[in-house]
């Protein structure tokens, strides 16, 4: 069983930052990608940045420049660093991790998310 947990999230001024933090825990032998995606209200889930293990990283063009996304293996730990907030960056933030076990079964896993809200 894998568990993965945000936190980080919280309320934030236009111009502001938050670290988003995503943990993992439970049956991992190995974890490739990592990523952050996001879901407005009445809107669907949009990607925001995707990590390898081996440090390629993709950011949608909406946070390009201001969201850094990074990754702590040996933690089993994926971060979003979200600088310069915008009201339209009010989203619920989930993380994703495509983990293996330990017999060599690979999914993609979701964490349950945490709220960012944007506003003055």
């Known amino acids: 069983q894998v568990q993965l947990v945000e936190s980080g999230g919280g309320l934030v001024q236009p111009g502001g930052s938050l670290r988003l933090s995503c943990a993992a825990s439970g049956s991992i032998f190995f974890i490739n990608a990592m990523g952050w995606y996001r879901q407005a209200p009445g809107k669907q889930r949009e990607l925001v940045g995707t990590?390898?293990?081996?440090?390629?990283?993709t950011y949608a063009g909406s946070v390009k420049g201001r969201f850094t996304i990074s990754r702590d293996n040996d933690k089993n730990t994926v971060f979003l660093q979200m600088n310069s907030l915008k009201p339209e960056d009010t989203a619920v933030y989930y993380c994703?991790?495509?983990?293996?076990?330990?017999?060599?079964?690979?999914?993609?896993?979701w964490g349950k998310g945490t709220l960012v809200t944007v506003s003055s």
């Open positions: 990590i390898t293990r081996g440090g390629s990283i």
């Open positions: 994703k991790m495509t983990i293996s076990d330990y017999v060599g079964y690979s999914m993609d896993y």
